[in-house]
């Protein structure tokens, strides 16, 4: 009788221990994403075109769901109902443009909902940079796609 309560203390513990089913210490998610991966940018109108348009928001960028490929979006308020904006990230800062990172056809227009925000994201098959410098810039409309309404240089990911 004693062997098999001992006999029974021994599987229990063995059970309770998992020791037959090991679990991952950790459990991973790919929609987990390292902030510290995270460009930001606060975007905001030229200050030439004050009293014409305020626009605000926010924009960011970080690694995409698949390998080589980057994530952004672009948040506005402030902007006129039912206006539809050209935008994309660039290379370089705000005022010194040095292309489009990614290609342009991967962004679709902002359309601003009649409260005057809107938001609009993009998959970019660029690997996230660790470094450089990076703007958001968004455009008047497609037929107006010289004059930029927004911008905001994008803050690198902190170390």
């Not at 075109?49 to 979006?73: E, N």
């Not at 006129?80 to 904006?85: F, M, R, T």
């Not at 998959?123 to 497609?142: L, M």
Request: proline share 6%.
């Amino acid at each position: 009788m004693k062997s098999s309560l001992s006999l029974l203390a021994v599987t229990l513990t063995l059970a309770a221990c998992s020791v037959l089913e090991p679990k991952p210490a950790v459990e991973m998610s790919a929609g987990d994403v390292n902030l510290n991966t995270r460009w930001h940018a606060n975007i905001a109108s030229p200050a030439e075109l004050a009293g014409v348009v305020q626009m605000s928001g926010s924009a960011s960028m970080s690694p995409g769901d698949k390998r080589g490929t980057t994530h952004v979006m672009l948040k506005v308020a402030n902007s006129s109902p039912g206006g539809l904006h050209p935008w994309a990230i660039h290379r370089g800062q705000c005022g010194a443009d040095n292309g489009v990172f990614g290609a342009a056809d991967n962004y679709q227009p902002v359309s601003v909902s009649s409260n005057g925000t809107g938001l609009s994201s993009a998959t970019v098959g660029v690997e996230t940079p660790a470094t450089g410098n990076y703007f958001v810039s968004v455009q008047a409309s497609a037929a107006n796609s010289a004059m930029t309404v927004a911008c905001g240089n994008l803050a690198a990911p902190t170390q």
